[in-house]
């Protein structure tokens, strides 16, 4: 497995689209529109690939210079459990550093508050509806 970053609009781009629709929209019936998408162009895709097949998605969306947040974090069913989705936020917050952010938000689902936690992201505020499901925000300091 390697982890590598997709150019917007291309071939591992168009993969990873598609895992985060049927993992992250599907079940619920929803759908991005033209205009999520597009604001995509400014963000970073963050693709975890096996032979070729994109097993694990993350998004990186910069709030301001020093705070970036974490979006669309996905593993393919199959595929969870082996340590993929830990290894992209791995890459992803030191990629952040690297490019002089000191803090990541995110909005956890309440069934995966529990996996951000034991990498070290803190709770903060109260649950809040997104996309009809209960969420949290959480934060990590990186200095
Ligand atoms: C959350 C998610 C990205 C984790 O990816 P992953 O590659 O399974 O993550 P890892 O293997 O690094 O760690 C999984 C942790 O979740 C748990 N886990 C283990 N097997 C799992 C499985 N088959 N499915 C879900 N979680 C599992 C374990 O507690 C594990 O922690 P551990 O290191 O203490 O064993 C993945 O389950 C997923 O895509 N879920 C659906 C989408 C989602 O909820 N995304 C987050 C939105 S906020």
Do not use: C
Request: glycine share 6%.
């Amino acid at each position: 497995m390697k982890i590598e970053i997709a150019s917007f609009g291309g071939g591992l781009y168009k993969q990873a689209l598609t895992l985060r629709n049927f993992v992250l929209l599907k079940p619920w019936n929803l759908v991005f529109t033209p205009e999520q998408l597009e604001e995509e162009k400014n963000q970073v895709h963050f693709v975890a690939v096996e032979e070729g097949e994109v097993v694990g998605v993350v998004v990186l969306k910069e709030i301001d210079d020093k705070t970036v947040k974490m979006r669309q974090l996905a593993v393919k069913e199959k595929d969870r459990g082996q340590g993929i989705g830990s290894e992209l936020i791995a890459f992803f917050e030191e990629y952040a550093l690297e490019h002089g952010y000191t803090q990541i938000e995110l909005h956890a689902r309440e069934r995966a508050v529990r996996f951000y936690t034991q990498l070290d992201y803190e709770r903060v505020g109260d649950v809040f509806k997104e996309v009809t499901l209960n969420h949290y925000k959480m934060i990590k300091n990186l200095d």
